[in-house]
Every structure is written in C-alpha cells, then in structure tokens.
C-alpha cells in the first residue's frame, strides 16, 4: 500500500492523464487535492512511484504517465465512480421512457453509454439457449414463406424466417403453430432441436424446416457494439484502431472476452489483463446484468487507459 502522499500524487497523475494524454509534470500535481507540498518533494515522490512502477517516464526532462500498476492501484485503491448529476439524469431518462422489444432496447444502450463514456460500448444479450419459450408464433407471409416467432422469458424475441420449396396454406402453418407450442411452450429455445417429428407430410417438413434454422439461429450469441468510431479518436497508431475494431467486430471473441473477465471477477481489465496483444493499448470496464436475479448478459466499454 502507497502512503497517503504518494496515494495522492498517483491519483493527481492518473486523472490529469486521462484527461490530457500528455506526461505530466509536477507544476500539475502539487496542487491537486491531498497533496499540499512543495513541487520539489512532488518530484521526489513521483520518482520512487516510478522507481516502484506505479509511473513511468516516457524521456528524459518528460513528465510521467501511469504504468499498468498505476492504474491498477487508481482502479483498486483511490478510484470512486460516481455519476454526475446530469449522466445520472440522462440515464433514468433512457429507462423511462425505453421499452419493448429487448434487443431494441440492448442496441439503444450501447448508445446511451458510449455518449456518457465517450468510448465504444458492447452488450451481449442474453443467452437464447437457457430463456424459456413463453409462446411462439407462425405466421403465413407468402405461399411459400413463413415467419417463426419465440416469444422468451427474458424478454427477448426470436425471430426466424423459414422459406418451404412448396407452397403452403393456412392450415398447415396452423397444424405446425399447434404443435410447435404444445412442444416448446414452457421449455427452453433449445429444446426446439428436440421437437419431435409430426404426422407425415406437408405439416413434419415445415416443422423440420423450422426446427432446423431455429436451431442455427439459437445457436449465435447476440452482440450489440455502440460508439466504434468514437475509437477512431483514442489512439493515434492507426494499426491499433483496425486491431482493437477487428476485435469489436467478431461476435464470437467479444463474446469469450467479456465472459473470460466476469468469470475472474474483475470488473475493470487494464492492458495486458485483458488476455489479448491487440487490446494491450486499453482498458475493458464490464459488468454483468440481472434479470429475475438471474445473470442474463454483460455491458461492456472498451477504451484506450488515457
């Protein structure tokens, strides 16, 4: 542990960097809360938090920016996030007045904390293959097209669309909505790869049909990415933004990370804790959220340390 002096020239550094991504100087700390001693024993002090590793000095005659154990310590020790009275407000604003489909709602997040952070956001959506089947729909869109609908507990809707190489009619698609839901009602979406067959015929090929692509679509985790351009401005090399935006983009590894950092317990992943060479430049803050007290997702934002 850092003594309280140190503890306040670390913290003075850490929140003046983020906030300019230059090095930072003495003449910027001895001011800073806690502090209160002259600059020359600021300088001492931040030369044995360097010589410890919590700073580091980019050149000589530079002032020092945080190391990894830096921020660490900042996010451990000193850190206290609190929202600010009109985020605060911004955000009881968005979930009263959100509602309806959960997706919608999951997509209109990742905007809502990439405008509070100014970095990109992710949320993964809840996991389709334990939600329960509160009812399903199949509804008749064209002779040969129809429209699977799962209606889930946790308030998600599974959408498929299921094209037939014959033509259909009303009462085959009803035959197949009656045996769909007395299967699946109650059940999870996964149990649809176990519905058993229907009487042969027009009615077992379109229910095999549906099975078929409801189990594909069931099988992909939903991700949703708010705010990626807003990356575009964190960092300078432009090999680290196509990397970091690469990640972004691949549903399967954003999906493995944010899990990969709940599951160890952390809620914020500094460089190289992230477990990935390209995120190396950032920091990941995830959290995960609750539905009926029930880990359903995570929110993640991803941002460069400064």
Do not use: W
Request: proline share 5%; glycine share 8%; aromatic share 4%.
């Amino acid at each position: 542990m850092l003594d309280e002096r140190k503890a306040s020239i670390l913290r003075a550094v850490v929140e003046e960097y983020i906030q300019t991504a230059q090095p930072v100087g003495s003449g910027h700390v001895v001011d800073a809360p806690g502090v209160s001693v002259s600059s020359a024993t600021v300088r001492n002090e931040m030369a044995a938090l360097e010589t410890d590793g919590y700073l580091a000095q980019p050149h000589t005659s530079a002032g020092r920016i945080p190391t990894q154990k830096g921020y660490r310590y900042f996010v451990d020790a000193l850190s206290q996030p609190v929202l600010d009275r009109s985020s605060a407000q911004q955000v009881r604003a968005f979930f009263d007045r959100t509602h309806g489909e959960i997706e919608q709602m999951l997509a209109d997040t990742t905007r809502l904390l990439s405008g509070l952070t100014d970095y990109a956001a992710v949320v993964v959506g809840p996991g389709r293959e334990v939600a329960v089947v509160r009812s399903v729909q199949v509804v008749l869109l064209a002779p040969r097209v129809v429209l699977f609908v799962a209606v889930l507990g946790n308030g998600s809707i599974e959408k498929v669309t299921v094209e037939s190489p014959v033509d259909l009619d009303e009462a085959t698609v009803g035959a197949v909505l009656r045996h769909l839901d007395q299967h699946l009602a109650g059940q999870p979406l996964a149990a649809v790869a176990a519905v058993p067959a229907a009487p042969r015929g027009p009615v077992e090929d379109l229910v095999a049909l549906v099975r078929t692509v409801a189990v594909a679509e069931s099988d992909e985790e939903q991700v949703f990415v708010g705010g990626t351009a807003r990356m575009a401005g964190a960092f300078d090399a432009v090999e680290t933004i196509r990397s970091v935006l690469t990640i972004l983009e691949e549903q399967l590894v954003v999906v493995s990370l944010l899990r990969d950092v709940v599951d160890r317990g952390l809620t914020v992943a500094i460089g190289s804790e992230t477990g990935m060479q390209p995120l190396a430049e950032c920091s990941l803050v995830v959290a995960p959220y609750v539905v009926d007290d029930e880990h359903v997702g995570t929110v993640g934002s991803s941002d460069p340390p400064a």
